[in-house]
């Protein structure tokens, strides 16, 4: 049974959410301030964060960077696209605005809750590179590169497929929500950007583009 932390000050909201999610077979927890939320942390990590923004104590934007290794789906009424990008961009995996329909919500958390553990975690290894997620660069040949998000997003899904190409559509579905900037009229530029960056700290060509289907790393 997942466990979920509901973290909101809203008290009307809070119950609704508490009241679906335990008619849906969640286990959960309820949190009212950033504060709180992060005590509650410390003690049980739960399986997914749901993280209003306009919390008492700490934020939902200063709580976000100190929630590691567990998707958080913010639940907000700013509904600026801005907000949102900048959100994604910073370890949300998701954005729900308020008011939202609770089937929605029930089918994002089920997505969330899918990914595999492998793609949540900080450094993987592949063919010879070392990537470190939460900092933002790759190890090749000794010499460290910095990536973008984007390009780091891109890599890390060429990783966990190692040596399997990887389709454009499903590269462009797997990031979407961590990367919004990547298109696919953007994205061959990313994979070329990141081809650069690796043949420049190894000497290698680390990403073959498979005719009709997509990428893989080699």
């Given at each position: 049974?997942?466990?979920?932390?509901?973290?909101?000050?809203?008290?009307?909201?809070?119950?609704?959410?508490?009241?679906?999610?335990?008619?849906?077979?969640?286990?959960v927890g309820r949190a009212y301030s950033g504060t709180e939320a992060l005590m509650m942390l410390s003690d049980e990590a739960p399986d997914l964060v749901l993280l209003d923004l306009m919390l008492p104590g700490l934020t939902g934007e200063e709580l976000l960077p100190k929630i590691k290794d567990i998707p958080v789906i913010?639940?907000?009424?700013?509904?600026?696209?801005?907000?949102?990008?900048?959100?994604l961009m910073n370890g949300a995996c998701d954005y729900v605005t308020k008011?939202?329909?609770?089937?929605?919500?029930l089918a994002r958390i089920?997505?969330?809750?899918?990914?595999?553990?492998?793609?949540?975690t900080d450094t993987l290894s592949a063919c010879g590179l070392t990537l470190h997620c939460d900092m933002l660069t790759v190890r090749a040949a000794q010499q460290e590169v910095r990536l973008t998000r984007t390009e780091c997003a891109i890599l890390?899904?060429?990783?966990?497929?190692?040596?399997?190409?990887?389709?454009?559509?499903?590269?462009?579905?797997r990031i979407s929500a961590?990367?919004?900037?990547?298109?696919?009229?953007?994205?061959?530029?990313?994979?070329?950007?990141?081809?650069?960056?690796?043949l420049s700290a190894d000497g290698k060509d680390h990403i073959e583009a498979?005719?009709?289907i997509g990428f893989k790393l080699k």
């Amino acid at each position: 049974m997942a466990y979920i932390l509901i973290t909101d000050d809203d008290i009307h909201i809070g119950n609704m959410l508490q009241e679906v999610l335990c008619a849906n077979g969640y286990r959960v927890g309820r949190a009212y301030s950033g504060t709180e939320a992060l005590m509650m942390l410390s003690d049980e990590a739960p399986d997914l964060v749901l993280l209003d923004l306009m919390l008492p104590g700490l934020t939902g934007e200063e709580l976000l960077p100190k929630i590691k290794d567990i998707p958080v789906i913010v639940v907000s009424a700013k509904a600026d696209v801005s907000d949102k990008v900048s959100l994604l961009m910073n370890g949300a995996c998701d954005y729900v605005t308020k008011p939202f329909d609770t089937g929605e919500l029930l089918a994002r958390i089920a997505v969330a809750l899918r990914k595999p553990k492998a793609e949540q975690t900080d450094t993987l290894s592949a063919c010879g590179l070392t990537l470190h997620c939460d900092m933002l660069t790759v190890r090749a040949a000794q010499q460290e590169v910095r990536l973008t998000r984007t390009e780091c997003a891109i890599l890390k899904l060429l990783m966990l497929s190692e040596g399997s190409p990887v389709g454009r559509t499903t590269i462009l579905d797997r990031i979407s929500a961590d990367t919004p900037d990547c298109t696919e009229r953007s994205l061959k530029q990313h994979i070329s950007n990141i081809r650069k960056k690796l043949l420049s700290a190894d000497g290698k060509d680390h990403i073959e583009a498979v005719y009709g289907i997509g990428f893989k790393l080699k």
